[in-house]
């Protein structure tokens, strides 16, 4: 379990490492970013936060419109700082 946890915080750095690259390296730290996610979910099941963040994956997803990334562009910036959140908050309770 502390393999595959260390596995999601080593693909999470390297997730944000692409917001270097700004709004060109935001689809690879979005997918990045949901394959973390998706670990983090195998391992922790019970942890409700990560439910919320894959709520509002889906949900940026239904929204967008291919087009236009006006107000909706935080969304994005938010869901990458709050499953950092999820991962750092979860590593105190080890």
């Keep these: 379990m502390k ?3 260390k596995v ?3 693909i ?4 944000l ?3 270097l690259f700004g709004g060109y390296g935001l689809p690879f ?3 990045l970013q949901v394959l973390a996610a998706i670990l983090f979910v195998l391992i922790f099941p019970k942890n409700k936060l990560i439910y919320i963040y894959f709520t509002l994956v889906i949900l940026f ?3 967008w419109d291919r087009q236009s990334m ?4 935080a969304l994005p910036i938010t869901l990458i700082f709050f499953l950092t959140f999820i991962i750092y908050n979860q590593k105190k309770k080890l």
């Design 29 to 31: 730290t979005g997918a």
């Design 8 to 10: 999601v915080e080593i």
């Design 61 to 63: 997803f239904l929204i």
């Design 17 to 19: 490492m692409f917001l």
């Design 12 to 15: 999470n750095i390297a997730a």
């Design 3 to 5: 393999t595959t946890f």
């Design 70 to 73: 006006d107000w909706l562009f």
